[in-house]
């Protein structure tokens, strides 16, 4: 029963936003908007609040068996596309992102915190992606795009990241037990609360106001990408958790956080660099689409 009262309240919320959208209260440059103030101030302020109040256990293995998932989906997404579809470089990268990297810092904060009762299970995934697997993307598509990008570059794209600082101060705060005081505290928990539900109307708004996915001749790398990332992924997260001793909330966070959808940011990289944009626009729409039922099955095989 609490998984499916913590289900209902995510979709309630998503069809709030969706309504808005409809009745035309959201545009799209709103629903970016609030997706933007989530991302940059209230996510930012929920991590440093839940992290660092909670015991994190079992971090190590969650982090083994989340890059793992990560991994195995990347490597075969980005072998079918090179070896047999024959596609460039800079498109294999970006079909194989969206087959592998999820939308942990949105989704994946609300769903932790309603269904697993805990956002730390995402914390692995998230710095994973933010820390590793982002600027090695960065990099290669720059070098795709004939661009150069320093060390320096770098480490500013990292250490400007809302939400890498905001888990990072986090588990500072966990790991040595130091509390924040009252005065920083209570803005924070206060900026923290608006997080989920700024989410998932924006999530919701972006339902509404988003195309169809099937009309841009991709077909084959969109289906591709959504088995991989909906089914293959969480399967590969299940089997390595289970065999790493996971078990109860964190191995039901775990599969989860692996089943999430294919996150916006992708999309973002593929309009910069001008490749792979309808793979990674309709990759983001279809597995959003499908990404809460694959949820509810998961919570309720897991739960």
Request: hydrophobic letters at 50%.
């Given at each position: 029963m609490g998984l499916l009262i913590g289900f209902s309240t995510i979709i309630v919320v998503i069809c709030a936003g969706l309504a808005l959208a409809h009745a035309g209260v959201l545009d799209a440059r709103s629903q970016r908007t609030l997706a933007e103030i989530a991302f940059f101030v209230a996510s930012p302020a929920l991590m440093v609040t839940t992290i660092g109040?909670?015991?994190?256990?079992?971090?190590?293995?969650?982090?083994?068996?989340?890059?793992?998932?990560l991994s195995a989906s990347f490597a075969v997404y980005a072998a079918l596309a090179r070896l047999r579809w024959r596609l460039d470089g800079g498109a294999v990268l970006i079909g194989s992102l969206s087959a592998s990297y999820v939308n942990a810092g949105n989704l994946g904060l609300a769903i932790a915190a309603y269904v697993v009762r805990d956002i730390t299970v995402v914390v692995p995934t998230l710095l994973v992606q933010m820390l590793v697997v982002q600027p090695i993307a960065l990099v290669a598509l720059d070098r795709h795009a004939g661009r150069g990008m320093g060390a320096a570059t770098i480490l500013r794209r990292l250490v400007t990241n809302p939400l890498t600082i905001g888990a990072l101060v986090g588990l500072v705060l966990a790991g040595t037990g130091w509390t924040l005081p009252r005065v920083v505290a209570q803005p924070l928990e206060l900026l923290g609360g608006a997080a989920i539900p700024m989410m998932l109307m924006s999530y919701g708004a972006a339902l509404r106001l988003s195309p169809l996915p099937g009309r841009?001749?991709?077909?084959?790398?969109?289906?591709?990408?959504?088995?991989?990332?909906?089914?293959f992924m969480p399967v590969v997260a299940w089997l390595v958790g289970t065999a790493l001793g996971l078990d109860g909330p964190v191995l039901l966070g775990v599969v989860l956080t692996a089943a999430l959808p294919t996150a916006q940011n992708i999309f973002l990289h593929a309009t910069r660099y001008r490749v792979g944009e309808a793979v990674a626009r309709e990759s983001i729409l279809l597995t959003t689409l499908c990404s809460l039922p694959v949820a509810l099955l998961v919570a309720l095989l897991l739960g």
């Open positions: 109040k909670t015991h994190i256990g079992g971090a190590a293995t969650n982090l083994v068996a989340s890059a793992a998932a841009s001749g991709h077909n084959r790398e969109v289906s591709t990408v959504a088995v991989l990332k909906l089914v």
